[in-house]
């Protein structure tokens, strides 16, 4: 099983410009999050989705944007690429009762906003 | 609202030594309780959950931790520190009925030879 795949690993983008982060997962998961990490802040959520169309803001979502077509993917759309955007940015899910269950996590996307 | 506080932001121990991680966190309601290890990049590994069952819930490599309600703490020990365990260390807080987690600041432990 793949689990939580997500592309690209690493990325360099210019201010201004824009890109999109993918993720996939193939465990049937309703729920899934974008999540980035600065050091020493540990991991703040920017938007979730409890299922295929419908999104929602998580705690630091301004500058992104989600959608959630299908159950397995969930992309994270950056349109104007911002210095404060350089983070590893993680995807997760988890099935319905997520707290039972646990998260399974992406392996992360790097990305450097120069 | 929950929220997670981790103590110690660096941890160093020496290879065969104990390890002690500690957590405290807050919660209105039941909370489930996560450890989570990073490795140098690379993605997060769940070591262990708490979701109101056993108190001391015991995970992989040898990694255990006690749900203390009286003290609202989830401390993580391991009785014998591996080279291998060098990492950051979450703890992670969400509602038993809820999904969304809220993490800690993480602790990076280092493990001298």
């Known amino acids: 099983n793949a689990g939580v795949t997500q592309t690209p690993k690493f990325r360099i983008l210019k201010i201004g410009q824009s890109m999109t982060l993918q993720c996939t997962q193939d465990?049937?998961?309703?729920?899934m999050y974008w999540y980035r990490q600065d050091p020493g802040m540990g991991l703040k959520l920017i938007y979730y989705?409890?299922?295929?169309?419908?999104?929602d803001k998580g705690e630091v979502p301004n500058g992104y944007n989600v959608s959630r077509s299908t159950t397995e993917d969930f992309p994270l759309r950056l349109e104007l690429a911002a210095p404060s955007q350089t983070s590893v940015y993680f995807c997760?899910?988890?099935?319905?009762?997520?707290?039972?269950?646990?998260?399974?996590f992406g392996s992360g996307t790097r990305l450097t906003v120069v | 609202a929950q929220s997670v506080t981790q103590l110690d932001s660096h941890v160093s121990v020496s290879e065969g030594t104990p390890v002690l991680l500690r957590c405290n966190y807050s919660?209105?309601?039941?909370?489930?309780l996560f450890w989570y290890v990073q490795h140098p990049n690379k993605g997060l590994q769940l070591l262990l959950k708490y979701t109101s069952a056993a108190t001391l819930v015991k995970g992989i490599n040898g990694f255990e931790a006690e749900f203390k309600k009286s003290e609202t703490s989830f401390h993580l020990t391991k009785p014998s520190a591996h080279m291998s365990d060098a990492a950051e260390y979450f703890c992670v807080v969400t509602l038993t009925n809820d999904y969304k987690l809220s993490f800690g600041a993480g602790t990076t432990v280092t493990v001298r030879a």
């Open positions: 997760a899910s988890s099935p319905q009762s997520g707290g039972l269950r646990g998260y399974t």
């Open positions: 919660s209105s309601y039941s909370p489930s």
């Open positions: 465990m049937n998961h309703n729920y």
């Open positions: 989705s409890v299922g295929a169309g419908i999104t």
